[in-house]
């Protein structure tokens, strides 16, 4: 079927910084038209016209091979469909715009939704979302992907009281609980075909899954998984230098310690949800340490034009960036402490000035320093997000 495209709303281009600044409920208008906005652009530039599924990559290049995948075979086949990492980015975006704008329920069930099922396995046990779309050859299905797929429908019931949104959830649960065993202690693989490590990524943020459907069900046992998640990630993968999380343990218990801001920010937001739900001040002193160091590492200064002088987030994965934010979100509604929030907003204020192109999407930098002839799907979903999160503070 052929789908609408959305326009560009081409007057919001104009809004400055100066726009953000006249009141709180004027800066969260124009931080939801700009997530509304840059959603516009990404379904005018990666749609298709037979289905609901999107291009990876602006302009499309039918010989883009994708390199963050565990089979060499399938990163080596061309695909004409963004895999599902790059499209969970749109649910995310969606469901954030929600937050303030309820409405957006008819891009949720009328678009995104749709698509998603492309991807919906339901021949291998127990069933989840593989990282290729169903109809091409059995894809590997990862953890760490089904998980951001877990948060959102968690944070849709929570928002909709719908319960198809909640079972989604649990379903995307007992996947992921089939990824836990007890070498090296415990934890969540990365690949369901590929056991060879236990990453900060699907752990950190398998945490923070379970205890969002801890707080939507009541449920004890999502409480105790929880718990022993955030556990097994701290003891396990945490810098103890820093406080910040290095990448992977494999089953040698050798560790990679690259450090990414979303591995950190998800612990962060796990500490910060075990604070409020326990009481315990260890989890938010854990958050608050993190917390710092990522504002540290993951920030750098910049000097505007007009010689202001400030924090802005570091070029790199913007998603990465994104996932971060939504700890450090967590953090600021249990501690009250504005430092880290204002930054992101300097730097998502930055970014609609020096890093948005005449299409409506994003570089890979908030500076505009550094851009990209290609414009990653991922990106363009993570700008959304982080644009409809400063709406609904």
């Known amino acids: 079927m052929k789908l609408a495209s959305f326009p560009i709303c081409a007057a919001l281009c104009a809004f400055a910084v100066s726009s953000c600044a006249s009141g ?17 652009s990404v379904y005018t530039c990666y749609s298709v016209a037979e289905n609901f599924l999107l291009r990876e990559n602006y302009p499309f290049d039918d010989g883009y091979k994708a390199g963050y995948l565990a089979s060499e075979e399938q990163a080596s086949r061309p695909n004409p469909y963004s895999y599902l990492w ?13 937050e303030t704008e309820p409405s957006y329920q008819d891009i949720l069930t009328g678009r995104v939704l749709p698509g998603l099922e492309e991807y919906y396995d339901a021949k291998r046990e127990p069933h989840a979302y593989s990282s290729y779309i169903k109809s091409a050859p059995a894809s590997d299905r990862f953890y760490d992907d089904n998980v951001w797929l877990g948060i959102d429908f968690t944070d849709l019931y929570v928002l909709t009281e719908k319960p198809e949104y909640l079972e989604k959830a649990e379903m995307i649960w007992k996947f992921i609980e089939s990824g836990i065993d007890d070498k090296l202690g415990g934890g ?5 075909q590929k056991k060879g ?9 398998g945490s ?19 718990k022993a998640l955030y556990e097994w990630t701290r003891n396990t993968l945490m810098d103890s230098t820093d406080f910040l999380y290095f990448d992977n343990i494999n089953l040698s218990g050798k560790i990679q310690t690259w450090k990414f801001a979303y591995n950190s920010g ?26 710092e160091s990522c504002y540290d590492y993951f920030f750098e200064d910049y000097t505007a034009e007009d010689g202001t002088s400030f924090r802005i987030l570091k070029a790199g994965n913007t998603w990465f960036n994104a996932v971060m934010v939504r700890g450090l979100i967590e953090l600021y509604r249990a501690d009250g402490n504005r430092t880290y929030i204002d930054a992101v907003r300097k730097s998502l204020d930055t970014a ?6 005449e ?3 994003f570089n890979d930098d908030c500076s505009g320093r550094k851009t990209n002839e290609t414009k990653w799907l991922l990106v363009q979903g993570a700008m959304a997000e982080m644009y409809a999160r400063m709406a609904a503070l």
Not at 24 to 40: G, H, N, R, V
Not at 86 to 98: C, K, N, Q
Not at 188 to 192: A, D, L, T
Not at 197 to 205: F, G, L, Q
């Open 24 to 40: 709180s409920s004027d800066m969260q208008e124009a931080y939801l038209e700009k997530a509304k906005t840059t959603m516009q």
């Open 86 to 98: 790059p499209f969970s980015g749109t649910l995310s975006a969606v469901a954030a715009i929600m």
């Open 188 to 192: 969540i693989y990365w690949c369901e």
């Open 197 to 205: 490590s236990k990453n900060t990524c699907s752990n950190a943020p």
């Open 208 to 226: 923070v899954f379970a205890l969002k459907l801890y707080k939507a069900t009541g449920n004890p046992h999502y409480l105790e998984q929880g």
């Open 266 to 291: 998800q612990m962060v937001q796990a500490g910060a949800l075990l604070y409020g739900i326990t009481g315990d001040k260890k989890y938010l002193s854990d958050a608050a340490r993190t917390a």
């Open 352 to 357: 609609w000035e020096k890093s948005r192109t």
């Open 359 to 361: 299409e409506g999407l």
